[in-house]
DNA sequence: TTGAAAGCGCTAACAA
DNA sequence: TTGTTAGCGCTTTCAA
């Protein structure tokens, strides 16, 4: 391809050598003024784009970040890749998508396939049982950043960005005493994971504080189906719950197929309380869900941050949180 | 790094020259058995990764693709992907998402930046107008292949990836048909869309081909509000439609919106079928809607198989399609 | 203020 | 069957 401009080229149009062209063109001081507007109104006309293997080659630093998730086609991960993708282009980054189908063997194969590709850092959502841990640990050892989000290892020896879990189930928590009910349904994702242990924590710690709280049936599933039948089963009993907090999303999504099928009428009947990535399903019902939202793109937008300062400089591991806020519908 | 194992550590190591190595490891003819035997084992043994850069500095060839979306919180969007990513990945290929927002600007820079990147081809959906034809075209002269697919060019000089589109909508029509409906609402996309086109040419077709075929209003909107406005509005009038048609995903969500807030019953008071990229957004809801499926993901397979082909040889400019099918729900 | 030269890790033509 | 060499496009040290 005879039509790319490389360095090189300019610097025999304009009589100059290589390394004056490449300096001239990143400012360096030593270089002086007129042949800077030279060189840099030549490449301007020619269009000149650096080759970035050759200068990831040199500087033996890409600018491509990896980001491994359990999957795409999940609201709040696309959104906290939206976050990552869009700040991460201000400065200059791209975004390598990795789907582990929480999968900890395909995991491991993302993992080395950064490594190979010697991505700048690594965004990691962890699989459930934090398997590879070691291997993550051994990117740290090669200089490459590693930022863990949302669902991260149980460990202080790693960067991560998680929302302030305890807030979030706390929130909803004092939402539903406030109105005064008299029997909690709630589930919760699968107890492996750190975010549940936390959210249920904090979420039976209101309760036991509160001396006429409702009584609290505890749940944990995070499968469509399954949640769909338990709540229905629940939802059939005698002595039936009167509100439904839901960990996430998908759990939502399957408590309010259980309710429409039994035609119950929200809240009369049955009131429901969720914790959202998003507005997108709160909004999709009528009534529209009371939600505490935490929101992956403003993670992202952390997470991001958080690991250009780690790419920049030695820091050492950080614990870092972002908050989440009640949002009201009507169904509470 | 010293850690860092390259061919010219595994050459010293063995006494051999680069080469030498380097043609072992691609089990070059020329090498004597013996000596790729050496090598190979030592290569694993370091757990030799070679680096990327490098090679695609030599052979100016990337293995990365990049993909032009206009958003990428959208079921349709990142089942694509997903398939992209999946098979992609078994070929030897990474993919860079890059996002629009359906801004024909961004767009611009997206396409400029895949040029600079020199990425082995670019998988694109663009924006509603298609102003940036020419910018496509010119990667195409640089050697990088270019797939359109679901929002395409209306040009024959390009590959296209596309759902047989007239074949959905015909088949929604056809469904509707059967049921002896009275009046149907038919909501659609932006008219400026080729695929908006083609489906409503095929949807009215099969009415205007049916002499007691139902009285057929249609709308052009994608937005949720719009949407869930409009439908209300035509739900309250007296003479008020018994059926709606909805092209995409997101007319369903604000179709079942307004039916809900209107408290009207599926399918007895208004019977509703729709256009859907996944199974997802259909059965959300009580009863699960009827739905004619185009899925995402056998695009994406589809897209990548062409693109590799491309990739491989010099083909000519070829429009695919993939097929779509009715999934019975109760709603119709 | 500029240039020459080595080197990043690999490929491939040519020589031996 | 193997080695030598040049080169991909850029960065950077050292010398001028």
Request: net charge negative; charged share 25%.
């Amino acid at each position: 391809m005879s039509d790319v401009i490389t360095l090189k080229k300019i610097s025999q149009l304009l009589n100059i050598s290589i390394s004056t062209a490449s300096r001239a063109l990143k400012d360096h001081p030593d270089i002086a003024d007129t042949t800077k507007q030279k060189v840099r109104e030549l490449a301007e006309m020619l269009e000149y784009e650096p080759n970035p293997f050759a200068i990831q080659l040199s500087t033996s630093h890409s600018n491509i970040f990896g980001l491994i998730v359990p999957e795409v086609s999940n609201l709040f991960y696309t959104s906290f890749i939206d976050a990552v993708e869009n700040e991460g282009r201000k400065a200059g980054y791209m975004l390598i998508i990795l789907k582990t189908d929480d999968d900890p063997e395909i995991e491991a194969n993302h993992i080395k396939y950064c490594k190979k590709q010697r991505v700048a850092g690594l965004f990691a959502c962890i699989t459930p049982n934090a398997s590879n841990f070691d291997l993550f640990q051994s990117l740290g050892k090669s200089g490459i950043p590693v930022i863990f989000f949302d669902r991260v290892p149980d460990s202080s020896n790693c960067n991560t960005v998680c929302f302030a879990d305890e807030t979030a189930a706390t929130i909803a928590a004092e939402a539903i005493l406030k109105k005064n009910k008299k029997k909690v349904l709630a589930i919760f994702a699968e107890p492996s994971l750190s975010i549940t242990q936390k959210r249920l924590k904090a979420f039976r710690k209101v309760f036991q504080q509160n001396t006429n709280a409702p009584k609290l049936d505890i749940y944990h599933t995070n499968h469509y189906e399954n949640i769909k039948e338990i709540i229905k089963q629940q939802l059939e009993n005698k002595d039936r719950p009167d509100t439904i907090f839901c960990m996430t999303d998908v759990i939502l999504t399957g408590a309010m197929k259980a309710i429409h099928e039994l035609k119950l009428r929200v809240p009369d009947e049955v009131a429901v309380i969720t914790i959202s990535n998003s507005d997108f399903f709160p909004k999709l019902y009528t009534p529209e869900i009371t939600y505490v939202e935490t929101s992956g793109y403003k993670l992202g937008v952390l997470a991001l941050s958080t690991m250009i300062t780690c790419v920049k400089e030695d820091v050492p591991y950080q614990e870092l949180y972002v908050d989440s806020y009640l949002v009201e519908g009507q169904s509470l």
